[in-house]
């Protein structure tokens, strides 16, 4: 994998304030992305997953400014310049925002339904400097026939097509704009398994092609497993464990990572799975636990987990880099690497 980084997130906190009272003032926030720190490298697929509300979606907002964070620093390494996100001026923004696109999971509310799917990639290729009406409609064509679609609907309407086909002009739109960063978020979620298998495949395809990198969120791990170079496992707003997906699979750490993991389906009727079934409800992230923000659902918590919060700490796992944030993973860890330093 190569190890140039694209993208470098410090310290993002993105935080909605909870307003009440007559005057609307404000009396708490909800912390949905709290002090993360990552890098994305260039070529690569990172997988994030989590349960519902864990902040992925509001990570991935905060990298196109779709969410303002409150603090941190996003820098993006382009091939031709680098910026600062939120960019101080507004044309460095739109360049930024070009090299960065998103796919939504809701392919039906992405696309504007009095939009043919021309007139939805139009003004963007015209600000890209296609001056031509007729090139204009020759690079929607071709981007339909890239994503498996007929060259002769580019004149139709999204009300006209299945949800397959709606996901697909949502790549191609991202496309349109030659990006080097593409964020898909929950983009396979709301399509049959036998759709989510093609469109999997178009993105693997655009990416070996057009040497794309890949931000892909899911709750689905047998999806990220599949698509992904590395994988982050979020909780409550944090990273809690992050490594190369093999390693991930392998190792699993975490003791919420091993929750997750346990739950994904297996084909195999005479396979045997301990299900690890985790209690309680995710905690308000307007009010996290004391210590370590699992421990009220962790089945291996112990006196200091609830009262010192564990750093996303840095491990060497097979010669490879291995991120965790859990006190017993440090211990397990640590005693590890001191075996390994003995033999
Ligand atoms: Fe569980 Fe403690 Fe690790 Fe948190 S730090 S995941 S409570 S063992």
Do not use: W
């Not at 980084?5 to 909605?16: G, S």
């Not at 930024?96 to 992405?110: E, G, H, L, N, T």
């Not at 929950?186 to 759709?195: P, T």
Request: net charge positive; with cysteine.
């Amino acid at each position: 994998m190569n190890q140039n980084p694209l993208l470098e997130i410090k310290n993002l906190k993105t935080y909605f304030p909870i307003k009440a009272g007559v005057f609307k003032t404000t009396v708490g926030h909800i912390r949905a992305v709290d002090d993360i720190s990552l890098t994305i490298y260039k070529g690569e697929t990172l997988g994030i997953v989590g349960e519902s509300g864990c902040g992925k979606t509001t990570l991935c907002k905060s990298i196109v400014m779709l969410n303002n964070p409150v603090s941190g620093e996003i820098q993006y390494y382009s091939n031709s310049e680098s910026f600062r996100i939120p960019c101080i001026n507004k044309s460095d923004m739109d360049k930024a925002r070009r090299k960065i696109q998103y796919i939504f999971q809701d392919p039906q509310s992405s696309l504007n339904p009095v939009f043919t799917v021309f007139g939805s990639m139009n003004d963007v290729l015209r600000l890209r400097g296609v001056k031509k009406k007729k090139e204009r409609r020759k690079i929607v064509g071709d981007l339909l026939e890239a994503v498996n679609m007929r060259r002769d609907q580019l004149d139709d309407y999204p009300h006209e097509f299945s949800g397959g086909q709606r996901q697909r002009i949502g790549i191609a739109r991202a496309l349109c704009v030659n990006p080097e960063l593409v964020i898909c978020d929950e983009a396979v979620s709301a399509l049959d398994v036998s759709i989510q298998a093609q469109v999997l495949q178009l993105l693997k395809k655009f990416k070996e092609e057009r040497n794309l990198t890949y931000i892909f969120v899911t709750h689905n791990l047998a999806v990220v497993e599949y698509v992904s170079d590395r994988i982050a496992v979020m909780y409550l707003g944090k990273v809690v464990e992050l490594a190369d997906t093999d390693d991930l699979f392998k190792n699993m750490f975490h003791p919420y990572t091993k929750a997750l993991c346990s739950a994904i389906p297996v084909a195999d009727i005479n396979a045997k799975k301990n299900k690890i079934v985790l209690t309680g409800d995710v905690p308000n992230p307007a009010n996290p636990p004391s210590g370590c923000p699992f421990h009220p659902r962790c089945l291996n918590c112990f006196e200091k987990c609830k009262t010192d919060v564990p750093k996303l700490r840095k491990y060497k796992v097979n010669g490879k880099d291995y991120f965790v944030a859990c006190h017993l993973a440090h211990n397990q860890l640590k005693e590890k690497e001191i075996q390994e330093d003995l033999k």
